[in-house]
């Protein structure tokens, strides 16, 4: 038992237990490009009571030996362990080490990533990474990132939503080990990887060659087909007539690819120049898989993002080739007296693994779809503090859903969202802005988080209906809320009663009622039906009435009355003014009687004639002090001591007889006085 060190060994492993606590026996493990390695190791130890508490979720170091005694490092993290029994000489475990991402497949979230089209996808990476507090990591980025207007993580874990973004954008990672750290290295285009030490290797052409660790054992070229063309597009509602029609050609010509397209929408961009990157990257990714090789070797440094040169082959057309490694399958075994370590065989350490040219860039294939919310969800309206209405020229507005822990609920909260309507035409329709705290339903346009629209509203019990229920079950309407500071008395409202016989429409105007008609307007109050038809008007104020104006083909008014009509004027004047015209009263039958209680009644004709005219009946003038008639400097006047008739000249003519009766009557001419008659009588 006393042999258990790993001294010397070809492989060993360092863990926090303590040296030579656990002794690495064997170990295999998966490296790729843009994926999570995974290594499983077996070991064995004099403690069979070793806690899994001491070693899970802690890093673990462990190494081959390279021929040169150098060792080639392996770090990672303990995702399991597993006690697997015990044999006559010792304990026996294994574990399973993982990068320090793959923690991310152990937390979930469901957030609004803010971004108002000033984050790019490294930026959003490096946020969310740092609230994880990760920071192994290192950006070798040569093309600018596209700027998002919103970026959501619905029920994804924080795994799939990293690398489904890398995905989007094209950008590939892998890890370079040393003892005590691995670092992910992230980026995008063909120079992003680095030269492996192992940087020449040759295949043997026979297998009685002396073998080395720069030796293949195996090689196979791999092609397989691929389409000819890929094509996308979009939609951008703020230029809704711009075509975003996107293709690209690949550079791979094969019998019958052109043929074959990829085509897609949306494309997830709304400027063409961007949708032409994006295209490129799809042609890349599917470029990528055209050429590729496999093989076994022993060259002990291979790993994902590794450059290295096949210098000899025995097929001349395949040596010289400049290749890097995207997979690695690693077996490793202490071999020999695996409890003492001594008399171990060469045969330590081989692998397999995958190449492509390194003239092609690798582009990461998009395996993680974006989930997808295909039923509605509900939020409630945000904006800046202070305010009641939140919106832009488009009528959008922002939301903040109830899964979002992060949001503030305010104009932060989200990306503008669009508000459907009934009826949107240019500069006509319908148009209901949400307000702030209001409860709204959001689609998602092809069930993507990051295209959401709002659908509908809802009451809730912050916000109830308008109209008691289920009362006023019968009532529907619009009420609206007046703003800003607005009391619940404020409010313009148009309401339906269908309660039968109690049927009514209720228009209530919080200030001013505009209604223009440019034609005609009819109006019958319970007419057609003769059932009761009143009308009341009541005005605080004034009322003013224009009928037509300048220009118009008419300008007159009409009015019908079938039975009475009274006008009261509690106090004030009336008055009536016709420019320019005729004024023309009728009564057909009955009696006309002017009351004037108190006050006086005045006619003035400032131009023109008066005529009263009784085809039929008398005219009565009557009053109590005088009845005076005057033209010029003539004058009769009437009162109760007499009649006075005063004229410069005064003619009586009676083409019959003509009488001047009294007990006293006196004629009298101060220069002279003329009686002339056919015949002259003086009694």
Not at 155 to 183: A, C, N, P, Q, W
Not at 264 to 281: A, Q
Not at 625 to 646: A, H, L, N, W, Y
Request: proline share 4%.
């Amino acid at each position: 038992m006393g042999n258990f060190k790993q001294k010397d060994r070809p492989i060993g492993v360092n863990t926090p237990l303590g040296e030579d606590k656990l002794v690495l026996g064997s170990f295999t493990g998966e490296e790729r490009l843009s994926g999570l390695f995974s290594f499983s190791l077996s070991m064995i130890s004099e403690d069979g009571g070793i806690k899994p508490n001491d070693i899970v979720g802690k890093p673990v170091d462990f190494f081959v030996r390279l021929p040169d005694g150098k060792e080639r490092w392996f770090n990672g993290i303990v995702n399991s362990f597993h006690y697997t029994g015990k044999d006559d000489r010792a304990f026996n475990y294994k574990a399973s080490v993982v990068p320090w991402l793959w923690l991310l497949t152990r937390g979930s979230d469901c957030r609004v990533h803010e971004c108002n089209g000033q984050k790019d996808v490294k930026q959003i990476i490096d946020g969310f990474l740092k609230e994880l507090k990760f920071t192994d990591y290192k950006w070798d980025l040569k093309r600018s990132l596209g700027k998002r207007e919103y970026c959501i993580q619905y029920r994804e874990t924080h795994f799939d939503f990293f690398s489904r973004l890398l995905e989007e954008e094209g950008v590939y990672y892998y890890f370079k080990h040393e003892k005590g750290k691995h670092l992910l290295v992230l980026t995008d285009h063909i120079d992003g990887v680095y030269d492996c030490p192992d940087a020449e290797v040759r295949m043997l052409t026979n297998l009685s060659q002396p073998e080395s660790t720069d030796n293949l054992r195996a090689w196979s070229h791999d092609y397989e087909f691929t389409s000819g063309k890929w094509t996308h597009t979009d939609y951008d509602f703020e230029n809704p007539t711009t075509s975003l029609l996107s293709e690209s050609k690949s550079k791979i010509s094969l019998t019958g690819n052109s043929s074959l397209e990829f085509y897609d929408f949306p494309g997830d961009y709304v400027d063409k120049t961007l949708g032409g990157d994006l295209l490129k990257l799809r042609m890349e990714e599917e470029e990528a898989a055209y050429n590729t090789a496999s093989g076994r070797s022993i060259c002990h440094t291979f790993s994902p993002g590794a450059r290295f040169t096949l210098t000899k082959h025995h097929d001349k057309s395949e040596a010289g080739g400049k290749w890097v490694i995207t997979a690695v399958e690693h077996h490793a075994s202490q071999g020999g007296n695996y409890f003492s370590g001594a008399g171990h065989s060469d045969e330590i350490y081989q692998n397999s693994f995958r190449a492509m040219p390194a003239d092609v860039v690798f582009r990461p294939p998009r395996i993680r779809s974006k989930p997808r919310l295909m039923g509605i969800q509900s939020a409630l309206v945000v904006g800046p503090p202070g305010e009641e209405i939140y919106t832009d020229k488009y009528g959008r507005i922002k939301v903040q859903f109830p899964w979002d822990r992060k949001g503030k609920k305010d104009d932060k909260s989200s990306l503008w969202i669009r508000v459907a309507t009934p009826w949107a035409g240019k500069q006509w329709g319908m148009i209901h802005i949400p307000r702030i705290g209001n409860e709204v339903i959001v689609s998602f346009l092809e069930g993507d988080p990051d295209r959401p629209i709002v659908t509908g509203m809802l009451f809730n019990a912050d916000n109830m209906p308008p109209y008691g229920l289920p009362d006023n079950m019968t009532q529907s309407g619009i009420k609206t809320h007046s703003s800003k500071n607005g009391s619940d008395d404020n409010f313009n409202e148009i309401r339906f009663e269908d309660k039968k016989d109690e049927e009514e429409i209720y228009i209530h105007a919080e200030r001013d009622l505009n209604c223009v008609i440019e034609n005609n307007e009819t109006r019958k109050v319970g007419f057609d039906d003769k059932k009761d038809g009143d009308q009341s008007v009541e005005i605080y104020n004034n009322q003013t009435l224009k009928v037509g104006k300048a220009g118009c083909k008419d300008g007159s008014q009409t009015v019908e009355i079938f039975k009475d009509r009274s006008v009261t004027l509690k106090t004030g004047n009336d008055s009536l003014m016709i420019e320019k015209g005729n004024r023309e009263t009728t009564l057909k039958m009955g009696n006309q009687t002017t009351t004037l209680d108190m006050g006086n009644s005045e006619l003035i004709l400032k131009m023109g004639n008066k005529t009263t005219k009784i085809n039929l009946g008398k005219s009565t003038t009557e009053a109590m002090q005088s009845i005076e008639m005057k033209v010029m400097g003539s004058s009769i006047k009437i009162d109760p001591t007499g009649i006075t008739i005063k004229a410069p000249m005064i003619k009586i003519q009676a083409d019959g007889m003509a009488e001047l009766k009294s007990p006293m009557t006196t004629v009298k001419g101060d220069g002279m006085l003329t009686m002339k008659g056919g015949i002259t009588m003086i009694n």
